[in-house]
Nanobody, 126 residues
C-alpha cells in the first residue's frame, strides 16, 4: 500500500511557475513508476508526465513538453513537477499516482495507475 500526498498548488499569473511535490509513504517507493495527471472542470483526467522508478525513463504530454519537468528523490520518497511558463489552460486539479507497470505505454495510461493522491489545485490567471 502506498499513500500519496500532493502539495504546492496555488494561484499564479500566466507566465509564472509552481513546483508540485508528492510525498509517498512506504519503503517500496523506488519500485514504482510515478506520474502526474490533471483534471479540469468538465474534462477527463489527462496524463501530464511520468518517470520510471530509477528516473531513467521520462515521458511528457505534448501540451507541457518544454515547460514542465518531472523528477524524483527516492531517498525522500518524493516526486516533483516543476511547472514553468504556465498558461491559463494549465488550470486543473493535479494528481500524482503510482503505476503498477514499468513500461512506456503504461506510464502514460491512467488506467495503469493503482495509487492516487487527493489532488492539489493549480489556477493560472490570465
Amino acid at each position: 500500500q502506498v499513500q500519496l500526498v500532493e502539495s504546492g498548488g496555488g494561484l499564479v499569473q500566466a507566465g509564472g511557475s509552481l513546483r508540485l511535490s508528492c510525498a509517498a509513504s512506504g519503503r517500496t517507493f523506488s519500485t514504482y513508476p510515478m506520474g502526474w495527471f490533471r483534471q479540469a472542470p468538465g474534462k477527463e483526467r489527462e496524463f501530464v508526465a511520468a518517470i520510471s522508478g530509477g528516473g531513467g525513463m521520462i515521458y511528457y504530454a505534448d501540451s507541457v513538453k518544454g515547460r514542465f519537468t518531472i523528477s524524483r528523490d527516492n531517498a525522500k520518497n518524493t516526486v516533483y513537477l516543476q511547472m514553468n511558463s504556465l498558461k491559463p489552460e494549465d488550470t486543473a486539479v493535479y494528481y500524482c499516482a503510482a503505476c503498477k507497470t514499468n513500461t512506456g505505454w503504461a506510464m502514460q495510461d491512467k488506467n495503469a495507475y493503482v495509487y492516487w493522491g487527493q489532488g492539489t489545485q493549480v489556477t493560472v490567471s490570465s
